[in-house]
């Protein structure tokens, strides 16, 4: 089994990161770290390229509400094109009724990531 089995990569545009692989809580700590710059920023939204994460577990859903959190009242973290196994426990733990979080679709569209209807769409 590899050990590095996730990584994050910022993308060339500002505020933007692609994860790759399994979040779960080794790879936790590396999230955090990775968007720690940011999060201090004061900036805009938070968008996590999610199309290569293959896994997430409760460890990793709870750094992304950390995350979610830290951002404050005007800013959103944007979870982009989940994959299927992850967008079933996005919708297992109710992710997208978090009013700073936003989940979509690799289609581009918002709510909740299976379809269901999320706090925008009622």
Request: net charge negative; no cysteine.
């Amino acid at each position: 089994m590899d050990v590095a089995s996730f990584r994050v990569e910022r993308s060339a545009n500002t505020g933007r990161f692609e994860l790759h692989g399994e979040l779960d809580i080794a790879g936790r700590s590396d999230l955090i770290e990775a968007l720690q710059t940011e999060l201090a920023s004061g900036g805009g939204d938070v968008t996590l390229d999610l199309s290569s994460l293959s896994f997430v577990d409760s460890t990793g859903v709870s750094a992304l509400l950390g995350i979610a959190r830290q951002l404050g009242p005007s800013r959103h973290l944007i979870l982009e094109a989940p994959q299927p196994p992850v967008a079933r426990v996005f919708d297992l733990v109710q992710l997208a009724r978090m009013p700073a979080i936003q989940i979509v679709s690799a289609a581009g569209e918002a709510g909740s990531p299976s379809g269901s209807p999320g706090p925008s769409d009622t």
